[in-house]
Structures are given as structure tokens and as C-alpha cells.
């Protein structure tokens, strides 16, 4: 039951520690604007040129309009494909999307896994002959999960050995950083390892069957150490900056893309209301913002 | 030279010797100055160790060994304030945010203009001075540990390492072009303004062109410049009559003007280097009947807040300062003509200091110009300005605002010869002025801005003029709608004797606009005046 318990822990943790640290940054106080164009929210093909409700006459008196749309797919760009660094860095791209791939097709891999085990549970069957349905569970499984652990390993050894011998980028590599990407690799390969003794992910359909119904898992020396690995690495990333899936949600849309202006009776108003109400209990002290402080030293 | 070299006892960390190659005429060898030399009295005084240049005059070098540790002492004592919520409410997200996810990529080096102007100096790399700073957080908190080491934290923490931060926080022009590029949205250039912070908020230390002599003054006199309402009637009595000897029009500037619809604000710069920027102003205002006056009250006159670049206390006792004398005179609405930290400064970073009825709205002269234009409400001859123009887009109101089209609605309307630089618009690059580089003239900083920060908009420049550069008889123009960057656009030019030698000339957008009008009988812009239209 060591292992069930333990991989329901790692899932828990990852989740609640992910949410704690969302938690973190919503709670800080109103920050001040500091927005960059292009804001992908402005309307009528602004988002695209960089442009915002400051280029209209008498702006305040105009309606306010976002375009969720644009942000959406501005977002989206983003998380699926890391837009940035492909149009800015095409070499990094490459290597760096394998390994970001490598984890996107690993979660789809988990939610098949996740389906085959209420297929099984459900009376059915998956695997290569087993139907419509069990065929599709089986091979989407297998391709996801094939296709995730190869990129993974690959994208995670290739960034580690990138910075290693990049003169330039092992400067500002910690050891700490590439311990990260280590760590990503020997998580992969331990899959990549079980996975050679079970190709059509069986053992996974089973842990996922074991979590459903909390019965003991069945593992031997090799997944027993990919299953302890997988979750501590779970506990792990959302402790370290590997969290950034969390911060690049508050950098781009509570930050980058935060033009809200504070118009009469917005919402916008009332919370910086809030905001200028509140009195701090500690200053800076330079003589100019602190002179009483100064005066008192001299 | 890595981040953990930045503490390091050496005379000076590196110097440059291989600058961004600039296109013809200037890519022949004799082209451009050489550095000035480094004299003694600035290294034994100030923080020359860094990469030779001196731009803080205030951050003066401790003489005994009890400064040093109150310097180091302070710093630190500033770097947590800087992480506390009680201290930094401002800006703590974007900051932790920054601080937290980088990923060293290093995308954001090939955005910046400072680093490929130097020819690719590894401590002006965006990432660098950031790094350095996280390794010092990360130093104090953990110490000298083993976590220490494996977390990053393994730089020594001295005066000299202090020092030279101090420096390196003015060798960006917080133009926050490496954060547009920035996969994960994060912001090298906060970072920089968040070490100037530092050391202007916790120690007392920021240039003297933007504290003593800027904000300082600015919050003591009213403005920077140090004109008093005196003064300032004098400067207004004197453009009326200079507008009329220009143009022959007689025109009443409206000053206190209660309850009118428009507080127009200028950079109280422009009176005195530049008056026909606001002369053209008072053209396009009167021509267009709008409903408009300035302020002669205290700090009403002037749109300048200095704060936006280094301290967050001193931005905003300034912008509330501004609001209020608006508020004071009646007016509906404060337009910001061309001043691009005024336009940032006013209408987005106070945008969080002021409710209902103090919150003033304010907007930009550009669509406002647009507007007029687009109605017709001037009769402009497009052929009085057929010669090449280029616009400069300041980077407070394009990358930080979202003003593009408005300027180029105008130009098209107005300049034949119109011609984009390259990048252009929210991509552009900054003047080389940013950040209070324009006004900072200590030592020998100058150098540094001529020859590296504006390097890139000056090669920008030269390459929009590429098909008559070398034609002399043809004057070219480049359109800086910004008292800093045509501050910063007005020195390149001289330092490269690009005007002297090559017909290369600079102004703002307005002045443009009335010299298209087809009322006036001479050119607005003086370029164009012959020897017998100068002498009346």
C-alpha cells in the first residue's frame, strides 16, 4: 500500500503546493502598472501591432472593451508552443520544446492511462485487438507515452549538456539548475526503463486501477524506483522556479497584459481605493523619503 | 567574466574595444571620437571599476573601512525592503515574479541595444545584472553555505561589488525591449529600476541630474529646470512675440485659463532648449479653437517626473503634485504633449495614485493631433516638408503604452518622404537617452551614451537615410515627438557631426505640422529658412 499511498501524496502535493503558490502571488498587494505592448486583449486588431485604448481621443469617455479571444490564443500560443522563444531564439526552441512537448504528451499520457483504467474496471478491455475503443485507448496510450518519455529525455539531457557546453549559458547556470534538468532526465529514463519490459504500458493501466479502487500495487525493483522518483519529482517542482507554468500566468495576465485602467465606478477603482488606504508599518530610509529618521541619526 | 567575477578587486572589469560596427558614411575608419581618457581624480573618487565610465555622481567611493561596511550594510538592508510587502507593495509581483522564474535562456540579450551596441559586453547582457543580484540575495540569506554555492548564491559581497552595481543600474536605459521577448514574461529591465531603487530609496545615492537637480528641485521650484512663475511669464511673453516674428501671427498664449477644457503640459525643458516645439503647440491650439490653457502655478507648468526612472516615493509626490494643480485650475482633461516619460509617468504609473473626482483624466497629444488633421481643420501643403523624414518612437509611448498609429496617421498626412526605421513601432528601439540618460552629463557618461547607448538609433537613423545620406543638398529629418530623445537624438548628431556633414536634422512632431501649413509664408523649421528669411 507503501506505493499507492505515496503516489496519491505526490499528486496531492504537486497540486496543493501549485495552488498555494498561485495562491501567493494573488494575495500580494496591488502592484503598480507596468504593462508591455502588445497586449493581445486590445480589440480591433490593436493586439496585433502593439497598439491600446490611448490612441483613441478622449479614451475614458469610450467604452471599454477587451478581447478575450485575442487573449486566449495569445496564451495559448504561448503555453502550447512557447511562441516567444520560437520566434526569438529558434536554435534554444528546438530543445527546449522537445522537453516541454515530452511533458504535455506524458500528462495526455496519464489521462489515458486514467481512461484505460475505467475501461478496465468498467468490464472492457484495452489493447492493440481489443475493439474499436480498447485499440484507440491502447495506441493513443502508447504513442503519448512512447513519444513523451523519448522527448522528455531527450529535451532534458540536451538542455543540461546545451548549457554545459555553451560558453555563454553555463555562466548563469546554477547548480541547482542543472540538477533540475538532471533530475528530469533520470526520471524519464527510469520510465523509459520500465516501459522496455512492458510495452503496451500495462503496468500503468494496473497502478491506475490500483488508485481507483486504493488496493496495493504490484511493482518490482525498477518501477518501484520510477514511481518513488515520478512522485518526488512531483513534490519537488513546484517548490523550485520549474513551477514557472504558475508564473508565467501572473508575468503575462496579471502583469504584461494588465492595462486596466482606473476609470470612475470601475472595479478597478474600488481596489485601488483599498489599496491607497492602507498604511505601512515600516519605511525606506533614505533622507529624503525618511527626514525625521536622518535628522534623528545626525 | 561571469556574474561571480562582479565583486572581484580588479581596476576595472573590462573595457570596450569592439563596438557595433555603423553603416556608411560611418563605417570608415576616423568616422567617430575616441573615448575620453579616465582621469585619476574619477577613479580614486568614484566607481571607475566597473567598465571605465562614471555616470552616479553621488556614488562616492568610502574613504575608511567603517563606510565600506555601511555601505555594504545598507545595500542589504535596501535589498530586503525590496521583498517585503510593507516596503515594496508596489512593484513586489513583477519583482518576485522577475526574480524567481528566469531561466537564463538568454533570449533577452539579442533584444537589447546596449549589449549589441557594445559588441556584445557579457556584464551588459540583460541577464547579468540581474543574476548578480539574485546571487547576492541569495548570499545574505544563505550565507556562505554549501546550499549557498548550490543555489547560485557564490558572489562577494564588498563595497566594490556594491559599487559597481551602482553603476551598472545606468548602463540600461530601462527600455524594456528584453521583456518583450521574454518567453516567460518576465522583466530584466524592473530589475535594473529595482537596484536604483535601492540605492536612491534605502542610501540616498542616485545621480544628481535626476534627484538633486531633478526631482528635488522639481518638488522645491516646481520644476527641474528651476523656472519660477516669473520666469515662466517671461518665457511665454517672449514665444508670443517670437511666434509672431516667425509667422507673422499674433497669437495670446492662454495661462490659468479656470475651468478650461484642456491643461496642456509641456517638459518645462522644451521653453528653453527647444521653444518652437511649443510654439508650434500654441499654433496647432489656437489655428484649431480648442478650449485650452497652461498652468503657471507650482509644478502645474511642468510634465517631468524623474521618478519613473530610479524612486518610487519621489514619482509619486510628484504626479499627485501634478493632478492637484490640475484639479486646482478646473480643467477636464490634462493633454501631455511631447515629453514620452510624462506620457508614461502621468497617464499609466499614476493611474494607481487618484479617485473620483482628483483623478484628472489624461491623455496624449497624438490622437488629438490625429483628430484634427483627419477633420481637416488645417489647410497643410504635404510638399513643404519633401524631404526624408523618419520617426523615432519613444519607448514610454509605444512599447509601454500602445501609441503607434496616431503619429503616423499624421505623418502620412504630411510628409511625403515619410520612411519607417527599422524595427519601428512597439518594436523599436530606445534613443539611447532613456531612463534619465539624456540629462545625465557627469564625468565622462556622455561617451557612454553617444558612443553606445544611441549607437543603435543612430545606425537606425543612418539607415532610413541610407538613399541620400551622402547627398548634402538634401536635409533629412528625424521625428522625436520626446524631450528626452530628442535630447539624446540632438546629441548623436553633434557628437557625429551628422548634421554639419550630412544635412541630418532632428525635431519634434508639431514643428513638422505647422511647417505644412499653408497660412504661414516662411518654414516653420529653421533648416529650411534661407540666409535672407534668417536675418529678419
Redesign the interface.
Known amino acids: 500500500m507503501f506505493l499507492t499511498v505515496f503516489i496519491y501524496l505526490s499528486i496531492i502535493a504537486f497540486v496543493g503546493l501549485s495552488l498555494y503558490k498561485a495562491y501567493q502571488f494573488s494575495k500580494m498587494p496591488m502592484h503598480g502598472r507596468w504593462e508591455l505592448y502588445p497586449v493581445p486583449k486590445e480589440p480591433d486588431g490593436k493586439g496585433h501591432y502593439g497598439g491600446s485604448y490611448y490612441e483613441d481621443l478622449e479614451w475614458w469617455n469610450k467604452p471599454r472593451r477587451v478581447s478575450y479571444v485575442g487573449e486566449l490564443v495569445d496564451m495559448a500560443k504561448e503555453m502550447l508552443f512557447i511562441k516567444n522563444l520560437f520566434v526569438n531564439q529558434r536554435r534554444q526552441w528546438w530543445i527546449c520544446y522537445a522537453m516541454h512537448l515530452g511533458i504535455y504528451l506524458l500528462v495526455l499520457w496519464a489521462v489515458m492511462l486514467l481512461v484505460g483504467a475505467i475501461t478496465i474496471l468498467s468490464g472492457g478491455a484495452v489493447a492493440a485487438d481489443a475493439g474499436s475503443w480498447g485499440a484507440l485507448v491502447y495506441y493513443v496510450t502508447f504513442l503519448s507515452g512512447a513519444a513523451g518519455a523519448i522527448l522528455l529525455a531527450v529535451g532534458s539531457i540536451g538542455m543540461y549538456l546545451k548549457r554545459s557546453f555553451s560558453e555563454t549559458l553555463n555562466k548563469y547556470t546554477t547548480p541547482l539548475e542543472y540538477f533540475n534538468l538532471f533530475f528530469l532526465f533520470v526520471v524519464a529514463l527510469s520510465g523509459i526503463i520500465v516501459w522496455a519490459g512492458d510495452i503496451g504500458f500495462n503496468y500503468g493501466r494496473e497502478i491506475m486501477v490500483a488508485l481507483l479502487t486504493f488496493s496495493p500495487i504490484q511493482a518490482d525493483l525498477a518501477l518501484t524506483v520510477h514511481i518513488l522518483l515520478l512522485g518526488a519529482v512531483m513534490i519537488y517542482i513546484p517548490q523550485t522556479k520549474m513551477s514557472h507554468y504558475v508564473g508565467k500566468y501572473f508575468a503575462f495576465h496579471k502583469v504584461l497584459w494588465e492595462n486596466e485602467p482606473n476609470l470612475r465606478n470601475s472595479k478597478m477603482e474600488r481596489i485601488v481605493k483599498e489599496a491607497l488606504s492602507y498604511k505601512p508599518k515600516a519605511s525606506w530610509s533614505a533622507p529624503h523619503i525618511n527626514p525625521g529618521a536622518a535628522a534623528k541619526k545626525d | 567574466m561571469?556574474?561571480q567575477d562582479f565583486g572581484k578587486p580588479s581596476e576595472q572589469l573590462f573595457k570596450l574595444d569592439k563596438l557595433m560596427p555603423l553603416p556608411a558614411p560611418y563605417d570608415k575608419p576616423g568616422m567617430e571620437p575616441d573615448f575620453k581618457e579616465l582621469r585619476d581624480s574619477w577613479k580614486e573618487g568614484y566607481c571607475s571599476t566597473l567598465d571605465g565610465f562614471v555616470g552616479n555622481d553621488t556614488l562616492v567611493r568610502p574613504k575608511t573601512k567603517e563606510e565600506e561596511d555601511e555601505m555594504v550594510k545598507?545595500f542589504l538592508?535596501?535589498l530586503e525592503?525590496l521583498f517585503?510587502?510593507?516596503?515594496n507593495?508596489?512593484?513586489?509581483?513583477?519583482l518576485?515574479?522577475?526574480f524567481?522564474?528566469?531561466?537564463?535562456?538568454?533570449?533577452c540579450s539579442?533584444?537589447c541595444h546596449v549589449f549589441k551596441a557594445s559588441g556584445g559586453v557579457?556584464a551588459y547582457r540583460p541577464?547579468?545584472r540581474s543574476?548578480v543580484l539574485r546571487s547576492i540575495y541569495r548570499k545574505h540569506k544563505q550565507g556562505g553555505s554549501l546550499i549557498s554555492?548550490?543555489?547560485?548564491g557564490d558572489i562577494d559581497i564588498n563595497y566594490e561589488t556594491v559599487m559597481r552595481l551602482g553603476e551598472l543600474a545606468y548602463r540600461c536605459n530601462l527600455c524594456?525591449r528584453c521583456?518583450?521577448?521574454?518567453?516567460?514574461?518576465?522583466?530584466n529591465g524592473?530589475l535594473t529600476r529595482e537596484i536604483r531603487k535601492i540605492f536612491?530609496?534605502?542610501?540616498?545615492i542616485a545621480p544628481k541630474p535626476l534627484?538633486e537637480s531633478g526631482t528635488?528641485k522639481q518638488l522645491e521650484t516646481g520644476s527641474s529646470t528651476g523656472i519660477t512663475k516669473e520666469a515662466f511669464m517671461d518665457l511665454i511673453e517672449f514665444m508670443e512675440e517670437d511666434i509672431e516674428e516667425r509667422t507673422g501671427k499674433k497669437y495670446k498664449v492662454p495661462v490659468d485659463k479656470k475651468g478650461a477644457d484642456i491643461l496642456l503640459v509641456h517638459n518645462a525643458g522644451e521653453y528653453m532648449a527647444w521653444p518652437e516645439n511649443p510654439a508650434a503647440f500654441t499654433i496647432i491650439f489656437e489655428e484649431a479653437g480648442l478650449d485650452w490653457t497652461l498652468s503657471s502655478d507650482m509644478i502645474g507648468y511642468d510634465n517631468v517626473n524623474y521618478g519613473l526612472f530610479y524612486d518610487?516615493?519621489?514619482g509619486r509626490k510628484i504626479g499627485a503634485a501634478q493632478l492637484k494643480a490640475a484639479k486646482e485650475l478646473g480643467v477636464r482633461?490634462i493633454v501631455q504633449a511631447e515629453c514620452g516619460h510624462a506620457h508614461k509617468a502621468s497617464?499609466?504609473?499614476m493611474?494607481?495614485?487618484?479617485?473620483?473626482e482628483d483623478?484628472i483624466?489624461r491623455?496624449?497629444f497624438?490622437?488629438?493631433l490625429?483628430?484634427l488633421i483627419k477633420k481637416n481643420v488645417f489647410k497643410l501643403d504635404p510638399t513643404r516638408n519633401n524631404f526624408p523624414v523618419t520617426l523615432h518612437d519613444p519607448c514610454n509611448m509605444?512599447?509601454?503604452?500602445?501609441?503607434?498609429?496616431?503619429q503616423r496617421e499624421i505623418l502620412k498626412a504630411i510628409a511625403p518622404q515619410f520612411r519607417e526605421m527599422t524595427p519601428h513601432?512597439?518594436?523599436n528601439y530606445c534613443c539611447g537617452g532613456g531612463s534619465g540618460f539624456a540629462i545625465m552629463n557627469s564625468f565622462n557618461f556622455t561617451d557612454f551614451r553617444n558612443k553606445v547607448s544611441s549607437r543603435m538609433k543612430f545606425k537606425q537613423i543612418l539607415e532610413a537615410f541610407q538613399d541620400s545620406i551622402e547627398d548634402v543638398e538634401t536635409p533629412k529629418y528625424v521625428v522625436a515627438p520626446c524631450s528626452n530623445c530628442k535630447g539624446a537624438i540632438r546629441d548623436i548628431l553633434a557628437y557625429y557631426q551628422a548634421t554639419a556633414k550630412f544635412n541630418v536634422h532632428y525635431g519634434g512632431l508639431v514643428e513638422l505640422v505647422v511647417n505644412a501649413m499653408v497660412d504661414l509664408d516662411k518654414p516653420f523649421l529653421e533648416f529650411l529658412l534661407d540666409d535672407e528669411d534668417m536675418m529678419f
Open positions: 561571469k556574474p545598507k538592508s535596501g525592503k517585503s510587502d510593507e516596503t507593495r508596489v512593484y513586489l509581483q513583477p518576485a515574479l522577475s524567481e522564474y528566469c531561466a537564463k535562456c538568454n533570449t539579442e533584444a557579457e541577464i547579468f543574476e554555492r548550490f543555489i547560485g524594456r521583456a518583450q521577448t521574454c518567453p516567460l514574461g518576465l522583466d524592473l536612491s530609496m534605502e542610501m540616498g534627484h528635488v518610487d516615493a519621489q482633461r497617464l499609466v504609473s493611474d494607481r495614485i487618484m479617485v473620483g483623478n483624466p491623455e496624449s497624438l490622437p488629438l490625429a483628430d509605444a512599447r509601454m503604452m500602445g501609441i503607434i498609429k496616431p513601432g512597439v518594436n
